[in-house]
């Protein structure tokens, strides 16, 4: 009687391991990546193969790798140009104010890569509208989606997938993560093999570690037993509008449901916490 009830419980929570328990994936343009998912960290397992799979454009010869831009650069229908013969507004991006005009026209849909960003690869695809500040440092494969800003100071280690409006902070390093549509992490954040949901926002200092101190793969845990990621690792995943504290930190393997809170100075115990969680 009581394998059969430890079985039932199982059945129940597998369907709260889905991504759809997390996201509405209707809002994400990349949201193939979790299609036919039996966990949500299935998304990342698929990143690496989904980056090289993308089409990127040519980078000018202006991008040299490893060394700053000595020069911003404007990217309008799908050509680089030199944006000292440009009129710049730098506005909000995640707003639709940031705009760009040449000769009087405004080029709607414009994207901005100041002087001082850097860089590395050939595999970097920008959106409408993005806002690369002075000092961002962003290694292929990158995509980064329309009216998002990568701040001054972010670093992109290559495997991120960042979607429509989304915030990238000063300070804020990012590697093999998924941002979807406005997710922000606008300060002094760390995102190692996690994702964030739609509209989640990162207090400032908020960090998602990624690796156990003791070897093996992670394990997330749940009211019916402990689940295999098969990933060594991984840090959270975090859903629709979860909103962090300053100074919080979660544990590797933490699944924070929709409208979830993890206050300031807190962290988050490893596993499963189901939507409308206060931590």
Same mark, same amino acid.
């Given at each position: 009687?009581?394998? #059969?009830? *430890?079985?039932?419980?199982?059945?129940?929570?597998?369907?709260?391991?889905?991504?759809?328990?997390?996201?509405?994936?209707?809002?994400?343009?990349?949201?193939?990546?979790?299609?036919?998912?039996?966990?949500?960290?299935?998304?990342? $397992? !698929?990143? $690496?193969?989904?980056? %090289?799979?993308?089409?990127?454009?040519?980078?000018?010869?202006?991008?040299?790798?490893?060394?700053?831009?000595? $020069?911003?650069?404007?990217?309008?229908?799908?050509?680089?140009? @030199?944006?000292?013969?440009?009129?710049?507004?730098?506005? @909000?991006?995640?707003?639709?104010?940031?705009?760009?005009?040449?000769?009087? @026209?405004?080029?709607?849909?414009?994207?901005?890569?100041?002087?001082?960003?850097?860089?590395?690869?050939? #595999?970097?695809?920008? &959106?409408?509208?993005?806002?690369?500040?002075?000092?961002?440092?962003?290694?292929?494969?990158?995509?980064?989606?329309?009216?998002? %800003?990568?701040?001054? &100071?972010?670093?992109? !280690?290559?495997?991120?997938?960042?979607?429509?409006?989304?915030?990238?902070?000063?300070?804020?390093?990012? $590697?093999?993560?998924?941002?979807?549509? @406005?997710?922000?992490?606008?300060?002094?954040?760390?995102?190692?093999?996690?994702?964030?949901? =739609?509209?989640?926002? *990162?207090?400032?200092?908020?960090?998602?570690? =990624?690796?156990?101190?003791?070897?093996? =793969?992670?394990?997330? !845990?749940?009211?019916? &037993?402990?689940?295999?990621? &098969?990933?060594?690792?991984?840090?959270?995943?975090?859903?629709?509008?979860?909103?962090?504290?300053?100074?919080?930190?979660?544990?590797?393997?933490?699944?924070?449901?929709?409208?979830?809170?993890? *206050?300031?100075? !807190?962290?988050?115990?490893?596993?499963?916490?189901? #939507? =409308?969680?206060?931590?």
């Amino acid at each position: 009687m009581v394998e #059969k009830e *430890l079985k039932n419980q199982w059945r129940a929570h597998v369907p709260m391991l889905k991504p759809s328990t997390f996201f509405d994936l209707s809002r994400f343009e990349h949201a193939e990546i979790f299609f036919g998912a039996e966990y949500v960290w299935d998304g990342l $397992k !698929r990143l $690496k193969s989904y980056m %090289e799979d993308q089409s990127y454009p040519h980078l000018p010869s202006a991008v040299k790798k490893s060394e700053p831009l000595l $020069k911003t650069l404007v990217l309008y229908d799908n050509a680089y140009l @030199d944006g000292s013969d440009c009129i710049i507004e730098y506005g @909000d991006a995640t707003k639709g104010k940031l705009q760009v005009f040449k000769d009087g @026209d405004l080029l709607k849909g414009a994207s901005v890569i100041m002087a001082g960003a850097i860089l590395i690869g050939e #595999k970097i695809q920008f &959106g409408q509208g993005v806002k690369v500040e002075a000092g961002a440092f962003i290694t292929s494969p990158v995509i980064i989606g329309d009216m998002t %800003e990568i701040r001054q &100071g972010a670093y992109l !280690r290559g495997n991120c997938l960042v979607g429509r409006r989304c915030v990238v902070g000063h300070v804020t390093e990012v $590697k093999h993560s998924i941002f979807m549509d @406005d997710a922000k992490a606008g300060h002094f954040a760390y995102l190692g093999d996690s994702i964030l949901g =739609n509209e989640v926002n *990162l207090g400032a200092g908020t960090k998602l570690a =990624n690796l156990r101190f003791s070897p093996g =793969n992670v394990k997330i !845990r749940t009211p019916a &037993g402990s689940v295999d990621s &098969g990933l060594r690792k991984f840090g959270a995943v975090l859903g629709d509008f979860v909103q962090t504290g300053c100074n919080s930190v979660t544990n590797p393997g933490t699944l924070l449901g929709m409208r979830s809170l993890l *206050l300031p100075n !807190r962290t988050a115990p490893s596993g499963l916490h189901e #939507k =409308n969680s206060l931590i």
